[in-house]
């Protein structure tokens, strides 16, 4: 009943019209820390969020945040939400924004639920998401063999036989990433590399790796766990297994940017341009995390960049913002 009431008492400061300092979108390991990092400095702040843990509740173990040798995702999300919540700081779940209005030098923001929250500054910290292949076995062996972060996941198949999906840059650098932990390394993509050269260079000195280009992966094989693949051969057309103790598919990220691409500068991958203090081109607007166009779609990092965005909003309202 304590906690009925308490979550209440901060599901009302929502509906209570007021000037937040910041409004922090998104609850992951960016928005959370942008978060508790705010609040530290002594800003209003309330974050809103669908979910709680972003893609942390994707990964099945993380062994390279500092602190913690081994720890469960959703364990670690756990973690962080204890750290918000020892601060008091609001949190409006199973809500999203449906609009978001520059009024200069405020923002509006239209939610869900018919409310509405006027705010100094925004932390966009809406992540993204690996994309899919969308084959059969896909979502049945995701974190069963099947992983999307050979940074977060290549030591898990030490000695073991992996297969990389894609045909890019990111595709290219998994396969360099792999060669201290697999015995065996096979690239599998529908066409041909989009990869830059130079990197593509370092894999001609790699003996252990096999590429199949123009096949298009038909099926993720497994019972109980990934153990292979089907693919088509496109110059064939006859279709192949291959045997297989992990794949690694590397075909890119998708940001979760729609709520702001009309107020913000985007790159070609839709992914939030921000300088060095995670604010947008627009001023009073940040953005921090995967959702953002640095390259290293990690934890830390988009932790890290949710405190580097809080200190620079907390510079920013002390020293640029002119309002009420």
């Known amino acids: 009943m304590f906690s009925f009431?308490?979550?209440?008492?901060?599901?009302s400061i929502f509906k209570t019209p007021k000037l937040w300092d910041l409004i922090v979108v998104g609850g992951g390991p960016a928005g959370l820390n942008g978060a508790l990092y705010a609040k530290r400095k002594g800003l209003?702040?309330?974050?809103?969020?669908?979910?709680?843990g972003g893609q942390l509740h994707n990964t099945s173990t993380v062994d390279n945040y500092i602190g913690f040798?081994?720890?469960?995702?959703?364990?670690l999300s756990n973690q962080f939400l204890d750290h918000v919540n020892s601060l008091d700081?609001?949190?409006?779940?199973?809500?999203?924004?449906n609009k978001i209005n520059h009024l200069n030098p405020h923002f509006e923001c239209l939610l869900s639920d018919g409310n509405v929250l006027l705010t100094?500054?925004?932390?966009?910290?809406?992540?993204?998401?690996?994309?899919?292949?969308?084959?059969?076995?896909?979502i049945e062996f995701s974190n069963k063999g099947v992983s999307y972060c050979t940074t977060c996941d290549a030591p898990f198949f030490k000695d073991k036989h992996v297969i990389v999906a894609g045909g890019g840059n990111s595709a290219a650098e998994a396969v360099i990433d792999l060669v201290p932990w697999a015995k065996k390394i096979t690239v599998v993509h529908r066409s041909q590399w989009r990869a830059d050269q130079i990197l593509l260079d370092k894999h001609k000195d790699i003996e252990k790796l096999d590429v199949h280009l123009d096949s298009q992966i038909l099926s993720i094989?497994?019972?109980?766990?990934?153990?292979?693949?089907?693919y088509l051969d496109k110059k064939t057309n006859l279709t192949h297994k291959i045997e297989a103790d992990?794949?690694?598919i590397e075909i890119g990220n998708i940001p979760n940017s729609n709520i702001v691409k009309d107020l913000v500068e985007l790159n070609l991958s839709n992914e939030i341009i921000v300088d060095q203090n995670q604010m947008t081109s627009l001023k009073g607007l940040f953005a921090a995390g995967d959702v953002t166009h640095q390259p290293y779609k990690q934890i830390i990092i988009?932790?890290?960049?949710?405190?580097?965005?809080a200190l620079a909003i907390t510079q920013y309202l002390n020293h640029t913002y002119k309002g009420e």
């Open 221 to 230: 094989d497994g019972e109980g766990k990934m153990m292979g693949l089907t």
């Open 302 to 309: 988009s932790a890290a960049e949710g405190a580097k965005a």
């Open 5 to 11: 009431s308490v979550e209440k008492t901060k599901d």
């Open 44 to 52: 209003d702040v309330g974050i809103i969020s669908k979910e709680i």
């Open 246 to 248: 992990g794949l690694f």
């Open 120 to 138: 100094k500054t925004l932390l966009i910290a809406t992540g993204g998401a690996p994309r899919k292949l969308m084959v059969p076995g896909e």
């Open 89 to 97: 700081i609001p949190i409006l779940k199973n809500v999203s924004i």
């Open 69 to 75: 040798k081994w720890i469960e995702g959703k364990d």
